[in-house]
């Protein structure tokens, strides 16, 4: 049976960082209507996030999703991109919607893609404001590691081995649990995730090198952009300390909102109650930025 999102969908392909990368659009009749980017972590794509984005949706948003570069729908080797790739990919979605749409831009990810979307309006994206579920500085690697001995060896083989074998892929379950991604009331998904064939499971050593080497083009503390932050307090991936720590090193208009009791990332109508309310408050003040 097709789902209410389906007959709302439309899609398209773009050029960017060398590849045609894959967008999913829920369009509001109106061209003037604010328009929400979403922007996806590891192990993802745009088909993962139709909750947050119908909720949107509902709420009056253009919804548009990017798969970046060798993820979901998108050109490239799977799992074989860095961070100023997922960057430019950012970059080039909000650049398609300002000629396809008239309304206020935002943006907003989680995980890998709540940093991904400070790094985007840092290097310039033409937003109003943005929220991360999630934020840190990619550059400061050891803060983010500092928690795992397998983590660390990771690290250090990377500063060795990325300029020869940059391009070599290994397991994401080599350093990460799909559990510990998941809030535990989710974990009926594991093995449904696990299983989809649009995950890109493995990743390169030069995307793995770019995450921990790569920082902002505007370090946090000169941060012009409005920001919201969210930071789940068990998230058994990023320290929720690091988090914090970001917010609190941002410069310019922010808010921080803590998930008290939330996993990494969840499906639950509950998790995303929040997120989405907080967020449009927090858009809807800038929407005439």
Request: one cysteine or more; hydrophobic letters at 40%.
């Amino acid at each position: 049976m097709e789902k209410y999102e389906d007959s709302l969908r439309t899609t398209t392909p773009i050029r960017s960082a060398g590849v045609d990368i894959h967008l999913d659009v829920y369009p509001q009749k109106e061209k003037s209507s604010p328009v929400l980017i979403y922007n996806h972590g590891m192990a993802s794509y745009c088909r993962l996030f139709v909750i947050p984005a119908m909720r949107f949706y509902r709420l009056g948003y253009t919804v548009v999703l990017p798969d970046q570069k060798g993820n979901g729908f998108s050109g490239g080797r799977r799992g074989d991109y860095t961070v100023s790739e997922a960057v430019q990919n950012i970059l080039d979605t909000v650049e398609w919607t300002r000629q396809n749409f008239s309304g206020p831009r935002f943006m907003m990810g989680g995980s890998l893609g709540g940093a991904l979307t400070y790094y985007a309006a840092a290097a310039g994206a033409k937003v109003q404001a943005i929220a991360c579920i999630n934020l840190w500085d990619l550059s400061e690697a050891t803060q983010a590691i500092d928690r795992s001995v397998r983590l660390k060896l990771l690290y250090r083989l990377l500063q060795w081995t990325e300029p020869i074998l940059g391009h070599f892929r290994i397991s994401i379950e080599r350093f990460l649990k799909f559990e510990d991604l998941l809030d535990p009331r989710d974990f009926t998904f594991v093995d449904l995730w696990k299983n989809d064939p649009m995950i890109a499971k493995k990743v390169s050593l030069r995307h793995l090198f770019s995450q921990t080497h790569t920082p902002p083009a505007v370090p946090l503390e000169k941060n012009t952009v409005p920001v919201i932050v969210f930071n789940q307090e068990k998230d058994k991936i990023l320290p929720p300390h690091l988090t914090r720590k970001s917010y609190e090193r941002l410069g310019g208009l922010k808010r921080y909102v803590e998930l008290q009791g939330w996993g990494h990332w969840s499906l639950q109508p509950a998790f995303w109650n929040t997120i989405v309310e907080e967020s449009d408050k927090w858009f809807k003040k800038y929407s005439a930025a």
